[in-house]
Each structure stands twice: as C-alpha cells, then as structure tokens.
C-alpha cells in the first residue's frame, strides 16, 4: 500500500473514531437532560422559576411601557410601576400561602369564592365603572377591582372538586357533566358577558373545555359547546358596534390604519421595528402616545420593540415551560382533583398567554385580555399567582417531591445549585437523637 493510500486510510479512522466520541458525547448530554426532567423537584423548580422571571420581566416591562404616559397625566414616570409593585407585593406573599396549604383548603375554597365571584359580577351590573364601552370594574377608591379575574380561579376549583368528587367511585359518566357544572359555568360566563366582557368568556370556556377533556368527555360533547360558544359569539359581536369594528380592524387593519385598525397596525409596526435583539430597554418609540394600552393589553409589543424577536422568544419559551411544568403536575400525581385543577390552571395561564400574543401579533382578533405576570393589572396579577401557588403546593406531591424537600443544606442558593448538579451533595436531616 503506497503513503498516500495509509495516511487515507488512517484519516477515515480518526474520522470515525471523532465521530464515536461525538455521538458519546450527546448520548451523555441527553441522558443527563432525562435525568434532570425526571428529577423530583423539576416541577417545583420550573413553576417557581418561570412565575418569578415572567414577574421581573412584566415589572421592568410596565415601567418602561408606562412612563410617558404616567409622566404626561400623573406627574411621575412611576406611578403605574408603583402600583404593579404594590400587586406583585402582595401577590408574591399569596403565592407563597397558597403553596403552603393543603389540598383540601383548595377544594373547599372554590365554592365560597364561586358564589362570591357571581355576587360581585351581579354589582358590577349596577355600580360598576363603565370603560370603552365595557362595564367591568368596581371602584373601590385607590383600586379598581376586576371580578370577573377571580371568577376564573373560582370556576377552576369549583368544577375540578365537583369532577373530582363525581370521579371518586371510578370513571366519571360523561352525561353527569351537565349538572351542575354546565349550568354553573353558562351563569358565570353570562355575568360576564353582560359586563361586555368577551376575552374573560373565551377563558372561561377555555377552563370549561380542559375539565371536559381531563374527565374524557366524548368529541361530541366538545363539538356542541363549541358551536353554541360560537353562536354565542357571533351574537354578541352583531349586537355591539365596537366588537364589529374590532373584527373589521382585525381582518383588514392596514386599510383601516387610522381607524378599526389603528391599535392592530400600531401594535405591529412596534413589534416588527425591534429587529432580532430589539432597540434596546426603555427605547420605544410606539410608547410616546402611538399605542393605546402600552402596559396592559399590548405590552407584548412594547417587550419586542425594546427586546427584539430573542426578547419575544424568550418569553414564549417561560410560557411554555411554564405549561409543561402544570402538566407535568397533572401527570405525575395521581389524584383526580390535582389532574383536573392543575390541567385547568395551564389551559388559563397558557391560554391567556396565547390569545394576547395571537392579538399583538394579528393572527387573533383583539379581546383585550391582559399577558398573564407581564401586563399591568392586580385584579388579573393575584388570582393568576393564587393559582401558580396552588400548582407548588401540588408539585409537592409528586413522588419522592416531600423527600427532596425534606433534604437540608447550606442554604437555599445552595439546593439549587445542588439540584442542578452543580453543587455537592445536599445533606440529610438527621434524626434529632443524633443531633443531640
């Protein structure tokens, strides 16, 4: 065999043994990562993790999306952020006693809080404040609160504990469905419509359909609510003239740029202007006066002008693994009213999440529901973090979850760093006869 032919030849084998080595290597990657998805905790960690980056993301989101505005007719480039800190100041404490709690105190919890979000939605109808032609808010001085936002947790825990008390003797009888979860959640999604309410009803019905879909209601079934919902919607639609401009605007928003379509163009012409990595934070130019609802309902627009598509990427991607870690939940712990209720909370959280990007981004109409931990809003803030500390308190009962717990270490940085495989080993609690 000549040089040439050996000096081949030996390429070809370091070629194949580099590619070995390669293949070794991802296989060792990939194990490591089913491992870390597998892991106890995971749930734990990627719900208190995602919630508390969303968190900071929308407070640093609001100030930046509300400072002219809040500068132009409060006097303060901050007033609006001060008031999101007051809600995250609350909403985090409740966060953290809802996942202290118990499962019972949430299965209890939802009759009380149904009843009470109906008795609010009957006030709104006669006290409410009426804005842009919906009639949504009781004015209670320093805030306005929003009943129809309580009346999603509400309709959660209510009709998971119904399901799940229906389910306790085996499979649950799809016909039982109808009474009285059905009527329960046609009475509250009418209050709320008749405040002209139309997002908050869509997530309503988004709820509804997850119970219905974890209990294995037949397709028939998904097949009626859907075609009398969208009955319901077309009803509603002809009947008010600012929904029939909406859709108008939506259809065709750019031959109706200064009118139906204003807020749509507007809203993408911002995203659109931000590029791959964004203008940079706080340098919106669509948040001097251009985009109605620049902290609430179009703060999306707002983060992919100052942030750029990785920004709005990043995002979707918190949404998401938000969404798996819910699921995850409802896999992994065998109860059914955790199934149902954790099942119900992701298709809220992610649900919501998707109908605003949809409206932002012009691919849905424009319902006016908030990006859920990111838009400016208590009323929708503290019912959507009672619900993120009501999924930890479940991701505490998966397997094996309370022994990981139960683990003590150095401090909390420290478990986390141990629990991502980058620490030492977390020490155990020792039984207090050898601590003695």
Not at 92 to 100: E, G, K, R, T, V
Not at 152 to 162: E, H, N, P, R, S
Request: glycine share 12%; net charge positive.
């Amino acid at each position: 065999m000549s040089t040439a032919a050996q000096e081949d030849v030996g390429r070809r084998r370091t070629a194949r043994r580099a590619e070995a080595g390669g293949t070794a290597r991802t296989h060792e990657h990939l194990t490591a990562f089913r491992e870390l998805l597998n892991r106890p905790l995971t749930s734990y960690y990627l719900i208190l993790g995602c919630s508390a980056l969303l968190l900071a993301l929308g407070l640093m989101m609001v100030l930046s999306a509300s400072s002219i505005e809040a500068m132009q007719e409060m006097g303060s480039p901050f007033y609006w952020f001060f008031k999101q800190s007051i809600s995250v100041g609350l909403g985090i404490p409740l966060m953290w006693i809802c996942s202290l709690l118990p499962q019972r105190f949430f299965r209890l919890a939802g009759y009380p809080l149904m009843v009470l979000s109906v008795l609010a939605l009957v006030l709104v109808l006669f006290v409410g404040t009426s804005q842009l032609g919906a009639q949504r808010w009781i004015d209670l001085g320093p805030v306005y609160l929003q009943p129809s936002e309580p009346a999603k947790l509400g309709l959660l825990l209510w009709g998971a504990d119904l399901l799940a008390r229906k389910a306790r003797g085996g499979m649950i009888e799809w016909r039982n469905l109808f009474i009285p979860l059905m009527p329960g959640t046609v009475i509250l999604a009418v209050m709320v419509m008749l405040g002209s309410d139309l997002g908050t009803t869509l997530v309503l019905l988004l709820i509804f359909l997850s119970l219905l879909w974890v209990v294995g209601a037949p397709l028939r079934l998904f097949g009626g609510v859907l075609a009398v919902a969208s009955l319901a919607t077309v009803i509603m639609i002809s009947t008010e003239g600012y929904r029939s401009d909406r859709i108008e605007g939506w259809l065709n928003p750019w031959a109706n740029a200064q009118t139906t379509g204003y807020q749509a163009v507007q809203g993408q012409i911002a995203i659109g202007s931000g590029g791959w990595f964004g203008l940079g934070l706080g340098s919106s130019r669509a948040k001097w006066g251009r985009l109605p609802h620049a902290e609430s309902d179009f703060i999306f627009s707002i983060l992919g002008e100052e942030l750029g598509l990785m920004g709005t990427l990043v995002v979707i991607a918190l949404f998401g693994l938000l969404g798996y870690a819910g699921l995850r939940v409802a896999t992994r712990v065998k109860d059914p009213f955790v199934r149902l209720a954790s099942a119900a909370a992701v298709a809220w959280i992610a649900g919501q999440a998707i109908v605003n990007i949809g409206a932002v981004i012009g691919v849905l109409p424009i319902t006016g529901i908030p990006l859920p931990l990111v838009s400016y809003g208590g009323s929708a803030l503290l019912p959507t973090l009672a619900a993120l500390g009501m999924l930890l308190s479940f991701a505490k009962q998966e397997p094996g979850a309370r022994e990981a717990l139960a683990l003590r270490g150095p401090g909390p940085v420290a478990r986390g760093l141990s629990w991502l495989g980058l620490g030492g080993p977390a020490r155990k609690r020792r039984p207090a006869r050898e601590r003695r």
